[in-house]
């Protein structure tokens, strides 16, 4: 793992006390999720589906309701914990430290800090140093992925639809964002990390690293309108680690088919012909919105 860098970013005490969180430990629990899709789940019943069909951790979040959205009900964590063996994640509102601090006292794998549900603190992010368990954060672009990496982020999900509207166009133009801007990064002088650094407002030495990296210094996995394999293995072949496959996925007559397919995409990406495998018979698997009205006479009126 350290070859691929994400265990070894802060091998000092730059940013944490070491001794008691150490980062290294937490960039190395969330390495062993590389090439593997995180599940999202609201009940027992489908996290022991999507366990059966060989995701690599599960996310467990309250049913869709009206009102705030907000850390689901520990009762519920507790039970999908008790009934799978993969590592099990859940989410808290950005900027709500208790609800980490409760997350954490069940045991749990993973904490993510998540804007898809309601905000507790508009300014301030939790600080993850303070935590013993890895943290999951989301990002639109380089900068606030490194902002995020900063505050102790040891896991980057690359935000996209947050609707679960199976739209996957805002997760493809953000992973393209983040990955253009590596590019550019890679391909300057070593003056020029300054000023790009002061222009995306992100630490200058979590940018030389990257550059140093080619990579972000974590892993990175897409997440919103994931709902095909062939979503899943567009979004490895853009760089990214790996997938979160919303909940959406089980509202279909055969979600563990639709599960089983996305995991093997991811595993094998780049074969297509286990693609081919996996995408045969899922005809239900693009049922959604995918774009409005006012989208469509955009591209139309730009001549795309």
């Known amino acids: 793992m350290a070859e691929d860098g994400a265990v070894t970013v802060y091998g000092g005490s730059a940013i944490t ?73 859940s989410r808290v509102r950005v900027g709500h430290f208790v609800e980490a601090q409760i997350l954490e006292s069940i045991g749990l794998d993973y904490i993510d800090e998540s804007e898809v549900l309601g905000l507790a603190d508009e300014y301030n992010f939790i600080n993850k140093h303070n935590f013993r368990f890895p943290f999951v954060c989301g990002c639109r672009n380089l900068g606030e992925a490194l902002r995020r990496i900063r505050e102790g982020a040891a896991m980057i999900r690359i935000q996209g639809d947050l609707l679960n509207s199976g739209n996957i166009v805002e997760t493809v133009k953000n992973v393209r964002s983040l990955m253009g801007d590596i590019r550019i990064l890679n391909n300057m002088d070593e003056d020029e990390v300054f000023t790009f650094a002061k222009k995306i407002a992100a630490p200058y030495d979590l940018v030389a690293q990257t550059k140093q990296m080619g990579r972000l210094p974590v892993v990175q996995f897409a997440a919103g309108g994931v709902v095909t394999p062939a979503d899943a293995a567009l979004m490895m072949q853009l760089g990214c680690d790996g997938v979160f496959v919303g909940s959406e996925v089980f509202e279909c007559s055969d979600p563990y088919k639709k599960v089983r397919g996305i995991v093997q995409a991811v595993r094998h990406y780049n074969d297509p012909h286990v693609l081919v495998e996996s995408s045969c018979g899922l005809e239900d698997a693009m049922a959604g919105i995918n774009l409005s009205d006012d989208r469509i006479e955009q591209f139309g009126r730009s001549g795309v």
């Open 17 to 89: 006390d070491a001794k008691k969180n150490p980062f290294s430990i937490k960039a190395g629990l969330a390495q062993m999720l590389r090439g593997g899709a995180i599940v999202e789940v609201s009940s027992v019943e489908q996290a022991k589906i999507a366990e059966a069909a060989g995701a690599c951790s599960i996310m467990v979040s309250e049913p869709s309701r009206p009102g705030i959205k907000r850390m689901p009900d520990p009762s519920l964590v507790k039970s999908v914990k008790r009934a799978v063996s993969v590592p099990v994640m």
